[in-house]
């Protein structure tokens, strides 16, 4: 139990269909992230949360909509997706942002995403 | 952009073998983390080190933190094969977030 949980664990979906990856933490974090993580290019930062606001996109293509509704609750809004983005999602949360300080992040099992 | 290099990606040892994994900055860090994942896991935060020249020991394990605070290596001891997995580093310029290494992944034979 790392206190950062990921629904679903497994997903497939065609490139046509509309889906959410969801992440919660209850380490009372107030910083979230969302990493890709594939063969090729492991532990892509995607997206930064800082209390609810997003500091930073990593030029990630608008296919992938982050949605912050609480420091404990991360969503990824994903549709249209293309192959290439089938990998593993992963979400950490830490206390704050490294600019505060050291801040080991706490990741989730992740969410193992396959497009058809 | 800043990247962390990580070197070997691979390495394969006969179990009781030492095994190290280093780590280098194109500039300097204000702290450096590693992390282990193991297969079909998520990356477990290990240690963080934040001073120049620091070295932390957790049983088999050594971390160092280079005097210009640009470079870091992970030694095991003793290589077991609960061991396995691939071990990152992630460097913080006191920024926005972490910057990742591609991690070493190491394998032992019994």
């Known amino acids: 139990e790392t206190g950062v949980t990921q629904t679903p664990r497994h997903l497939v979906m065609g490139m046509t269909n509309k889906k959410s990856l969801k992440c919660e933490q209850h380490l009372g974090h107030n910083a979230m992230y969302w990493y890709k993580q594939s063969a090729k290019k492991p532990l892509e930062l995607m997206f930064v949360y800082s209390l609810e606001e997003r500091v930073e996109n990593n030029s990630v293509p608008s296919r992938f909509s982050p949605e912050c509704p609480n420091s404990s609750h991360l969503f990824l809004h994903l549709h249209t997706l293309q192959p290439e983005d089938s990998a593993l999602y992963l979400c950490a949360s830490s206390q704050t942002l490294p600019v505060r300080g050291p801040q080991p992040q706490h990741f989730g099992d992740g969410t193992r995403l396959s497009i058809l | 952009g800043q990247q962390v290099m990580q070197i070997p990606q691979y390495q394969h040892v006969q179990e009781g073998e030492d095994f190290t994994t280093y780590c280098n900055s194109s500039?300097?860090?204000?702290?450096i983390q590693w992390y282990k994942q193991r297969p079909g896991g998520h990356p477990v935060f290990l240690i963080q080190l934040v001073k120049s020249g620091e070295v932390k020991k957790q049983k088999r394990l050594t971390f160092q933190f280079g005097e210009a605070k640009k470079n870091s290596s992970l030694h095991i001891t003793a290589t077991q094969t609960t061991d396995v997995g691939t071990y990152f580093c992630?460097?913080?310029?006191?920024?926005?977030?972490?910057?990742f290494g591609k991690g070493t992944t190491l394998s032992v034979s019994s």
């Open positions: 992630a460097g913080d310029q006191a920024g926005t977030a972490l910057i």
């Open positions: 500039t300097t860090l204000s702290n």
